[in-house]
């Protein structure tokens, strides 16, 4: 019998599905127009049109596969994460900041007291209520 792995403690934000279908969908497209550009009507401008549809049906694909962002917790770390994975953004404690809710917004309140609404609009509604109820009110 095997001991049981820990449960991450992390809350995974994934993206809304209809966002990156719709990416991949005109990525398929773009790549079928230029196909038919280039191998129909022999015109060698279709072939960018392919490389164009492919980079978005990869960006898509990443969307659907990857999570929009994760909150970790313990640390008070809120990743947003990038689709291709160069720059993810980080939010909270690491950052010198600190996270709070004001009803179905995050908030963040930087070092020099102002204060940033963070971007949560491709994520999951029902996953970011779960990052919202582990984060305490912010009092105006």
């Known amino acids: 019998m095997q001991p049981d792995t820990p449960h991450d403690h992390r809350v995974q934000v994934r993206y809304k599905p209809f966002g990156p279908s719709v990416v991949v969908f005109g990525g ?3 790549m079928g127009g230029g196909g038919a550009l ?3 009507l022999d015109n060698a401008g279709g072939f960018g ?4 549809g492919a980079i978005f049906v990869a960006l898509g694909t990443l969307q659907l596969i990857k999570p929009y962002s994760v909150f970790d917790p313990a640390t008070g770390e809120l990743r947003i994460i990038d689709p291709f994975g160069f720059k993810d953004r980080i939010y909270g404690a690491p950052a ?3 996270l709070y ?5 995050i908030i963040r309140v930087l070092p020099n007291g ?6 949560t609009g491709p994520g999951r509604k029902a996953d970011f ?7 305490p009110p912010y009092r105006l």
């Open 28 to 30: 398929l497209l773009v």
């Open 38 to 40: 280039g191998f129909g």
């Open 49 to 52: 049109f392919m490389l164009a």
């Open 96 to 98: 010198g900041e600190h």
């Open 101 to 105: 809710t004001h009803g179905r917004d």
């Open 114 to 119: 102002a204060h940033v609404t963070v971007r």
């Open 129 to 135: 209520a779960r990052v919202i109820a582990q984060l």
